[in-house]
């Protein structure tokens, strides 16, 4: 069964970030491209979340909560794309 709550974030993430505009030089000012950064990024980001989430062995699940547009939009995409399996 679907599960469904308003909720109240305790903080928002920017989560996509510009990187090619397509226009001119493609890529904005002041964006580092350094691989070095983009590491410690991913490793800080890491760093902040549940060691239950990361585990090997029976791992939390880790929730997502979206807009009821986007949870569509996905739903739609999921159901046009997914295989339909064949009972034998």
Known sequence: STKRAF?????????YHL???GAGAGVPEGLDL???TARARCTASIKLMRSDHLRYTNPTPYKVSVSEKLYDFIHKL???EAPVGEIV
Do not use: G, I
């Not at 909720?7 to 989560?15: I, M």
């Open 78 to 80: 999921w159901l046009e």
């Open 34 to 36: 350094d691989l070095l």
């Open 19 to 21: 990187v090619w505009d």
């Open 7 to 15: 909720v109240q974030p305790a903080r928002v993430e920017r989560l």
